[in-house]
């Protein structure tokens, strides 16, 4: 589109300036230079002749011609961009409104979305011809009295990387956009059907910038998407939330902004969300239990935070799978756990007269000598050992080892005494367990399953209460 000649049309009586020999009386279009060749072109095309003279009229005329036609656009009073010392920030960033450009022209191309690759020539204020590279639209944020306005999508953007100013065609608003302008002392407003869209305020140089900034094209991204917009997507946009959820959000109209425009239904297995939510099922109890006293031991070694008063770190714990009657003896070291084995051994066949079948524990590094394994296979133990990182699977030797230290952390807090007396208070705690019910071994007590008969718990006292020790006259 010939915009040059849109706005500068001639008309009979009228004065102006004429773009091609720059003379002031005169329009381009009645210019008597630019129709003379035309005339002697004319001429020679409609005589037979092929003198010099004719070829050399009808070569300038159309050279005439081709320069009447190739300024297309006028970028006002803007000029080329040279880096030097005395280019400012503003003068590439802001919006100056131009009324001799006929086109809105910019030198950043990010700004600019649906680029078009767009070659025109542009007519600068001193007479030399730029090009242009591209054309677009832009998305300008107004301020309107100093608040945020809605953006406005300004079209027919000129991309020309060798401007020096970002140009607003103030005309091309008034004449093909319907907009109305008005001025008054140092703001000028752009209205359209009666609202005020964005405003610019005027300098002491008498130029006026827009109120407001360009949003980029990649700000703009997040309206783009190459993907159909499907449950899937938005899923995954949503950080892999859960599809009931987002379905809520879509049916309750309750954020803005969530557009489905895909049927297409989820793949019913996520990867991601495996990866990071997948757990393991939980471990059902077992159904199968020992038939007889020692068929089955579980053993499981704990560490204490502080050393005890014997100078004991750890305890290891020994329960009978049957009856869940439980031996546990301090340790000063890991590797005493050997040797502790075998007293809780001796011990259990004495007492019992029943011989250890198996003995499950877990793959510590105090079960593992060769000593004890040797041992085991000596005495005809079968070793149970657990997987890696499940403790379920010997659970009864796990949880009483933490419900321990839960119960010795309650009767110390109570007693007022120091952390270093927990071997006394273990002690005593597991005396007490071994003649209370549990819920393993329902209706009596693993005291009385392990000693064929009831615990006298007559002598019992509230741990560390005031107690008086009879001495006889002779000591």
Same mark, same amino acid.
């Given at each position: 589109?010939?915009?040059?000649?849109?706005?500068?049309?001639?008309?009979?009586?009228?004065?102006?300036?004429?773009?091609?020999?720059?003379?002031?009386?005169?329009?381009?279009?009645?210019?008597?230079?630019?129709?003379?060749?035309?005339?002697?072109?004319?001429?020679?095309?409609?005589?037979?002749?092929?003198?010099?003279?004719?070829?050399?009229?009808?070569? &300038?005329?159309?050279?005439?011609?081709?320069?009447?036609?190739?300024?297309?656009?006028?970028?006002?009073?803007?000029?080329?961009?040279?880096?030097?010392?005395?280019?400012?920030?503003?003068?590439?960033?802001?919006?100056?409104?131009?009324?001799?450009?006929?086109?809105?022209?910019?030198?950043?191309?990010?700004?600019?979305?649906?680029?078009?690759?767009?070659?025109?020539?542009?007519?600068?204020?001193?007479?030399?011809?730029?090009?242009?590279?591209?054309?677009?639209?832009?998305?300008?944020?107004?301020?309107?009295?100093?608040?945020?306005?809605?953006?406005?999508?300004?079209? &027919?953007?000129?991309?020309?990387?060798?401007?020096?100013?970002?140009?607003?065609?103030?005309?091309?608003?008034?004449?093909?956009?319907?907009?109305?302008?008005?001025?008054?002392?140092?703001?000028?407003?752009?209205?359209?059907?009666?609202?005020?869209?964005?405003?610019?305020?005027?300098?002491?140089?008498?130029?006026?910038?827009?109120?407001?900034?360009?949003?980029?094209?990649?700000?703009?991204?997040?309206?783009?998407?190459?993907?159909?917009?499907?449950?899937?997507?938005?899923?995954?946009?949503?950080?892999?939330?859960?599809?009931?959820?987002?379905?809520?959000?879509?049916?309750?109209?309750?954020?803005?902004?969530?557009?489905?425009?895909?049927?297409?239904?989820?793949?019913?297995?996520?990867?991601?969300?495996?990866?990071?939510?997948?757990?393991?099922?939980?471990?059902?109890?077992?159904?199968?239990?020992?038939?007889?006293?020692?068929?089955?031991?579980?053993?499981?070694?704990?560490?204490?935070?502080?050393?005890?008063?014997?100078?004991?770190?750890?305890?290891?714990?020994?329960?009978?799978?049957?009856?869940?009657?439980?031996?546990?003896?301090?340790?000063?070291?890991?590797?005493?756990?050997?040797?502790?084995?075998?007293?809780?051994?001796?011990?259990?066949?004495?007492?019992?007269?029943?011989?250890?079948?198996?003995?499950?524990?877990? *793959?510590?590094?105090?079960?593992?000598?060769?000593?004890?394994?040797?041992?085991?296979?000596?005495?005809?133990?079968? *070793?149970?050992?657990?997987?890696?990182?499940?403790?379920?699977?010997?659970?009864?030797?796990?949880?009483?080892?933490?419900?321990?230290?839960? &119960?010795?952390?309650?009767?110390?807090?109570?007693?007022?005494?120091?952390?270093?007396?927990?071997?006394?208070?273990?002690?005593?705690?597991?005396?007490?367990?071994?003649?209370?019910?549990?819920?393993?071994?329902?209706?009596?007590?693993?005291?009385?399953?392990?000693?064929?008969?009831?615990?006298?718990?007559?002598?019992?006292?509230?741990?560390?209460?005031?107690?008086?020790?009879?001495?006889?006259?002779?000591?």
């Amino acid at each position: 589109m010939n915009r040059a000649k849109a706005y500068h049309a001639s008309s009979s009586g009228r004065s102006g300036s004429c773009n091609y020999c720059k003379k002031s009386d005169h329009w381009k279009s009645d210019c008597p230079d630019l129709k003379e060749p035309q005339k002697k072109y004319s001429g020679s095309r409609a005589g037979s002749g092929n003198g010099n003279e004719n070829r050399s009229g009808g070569s &300038q005329a159309k050279k005439a011609e081709e320069k009447a036609e190739i300024v297309t656009e006028s970028a006002g009073n803007a000029s080329a961009f040279y880096f030097n010392a005395h280019s400012t920030s503003s003068n590439i960033v802001k919006w100056n409104t131009d009324t001799g450009a006929t086109s809105h022209m910019t030198l950043h191309w990010h700004w600019i979305r649906n680029y078009t690759p767009y070659r025109v020539p542009i007519c600068l204020a001193d007479n030399r011809v730029i090009y242009s590279e591209g054309v677009g639209t832009i998305v300008f944020h107004p301020l309107v009295n100093k608040k945020d306005s809605r953006d406005v999508e300004l079209t &027919q953007i000129l991309h020309i990387p060798a401007l020096q100013n970002n140009l607003l065609a103030v005309l091309y608003l008034t004449r093909q956009k319907q907009f109305d302008v008005h001025i008054s002392f140092d703001t000028m407003s752009f209205s359209c059907s009666s609202s005020v869209l964005f405003t610019a305020t005027i300098d002491d140089n008498n130029i006026g910038y827009l109120n407001g900034t360009i949003l980029s094209s990649s700000e703009q991204m997040h309206m783009l998407s190459t993907l159909p917009l499907d449950l899937s997507l938005w899923h995954k946009r949503l950080c892999h939330h859960n599809y009931g959820d987002i379905k809520i959000l879509i049916k309750d109209n309750l954020v803005e902004g969530l557009v489905i425009d895909s049927a297409a239904k989820p793949d019913p297995v996520c990867e991601p969300c495996l990866a990071g939510k997948m757990h393991a099922n939980p471990f059902l109890s077992s159904d199968t239990r020992a038939t007889e006293l020692l068929g089955l031991v579980h053993s499981d070694l704990h560490s204490a935070e502080t050393p005890s008063n014997g100078r004991f770190i750890y305890w290891i714990t020994f329960i009978d799978d049957l009856s869940r009657f439980k031996v546990v003896l301090p340790l000063k070291k890991k590797s005493d756990s050997f040797d502790a084995f075998k007293t809780f051994k001796a011990y259990a066949e004495n007492v019992t007269g029943m011989t250890l079948k198996f003995f499950r524990c877990d *793959k510590g590094g105090e079960y593992m000598s060769k000593e004890f394994i040797d041992y085991l296979d000596e005495c005809g133990i079968t *070793k149970q050992y657990t997987t890696r990182n499940c403790p379920q699977q010997n659970g009864g030797a796990e949880h009483a080892n933490r419900t321990l230290e839960e &119960q010795i952390t309650a009767m110390l807090a109570e007693s007022g005494l120091p952390k270093r007396f927990w071997s006394d208070c273990l002690a005593f705690l597991v005396k007490v367990w071994n003649c209370c019910l549990s819920s393993a071994v329902p209706g009596t007590t693993p005291y009385h399953l392990w000693h064929k008969k009831r615990p006298d718990i007559g002598h019992f006292r509230v741990w560390r209460c005031l107690a008086y020790v009879h001495i006889q006259k002779d000591k």
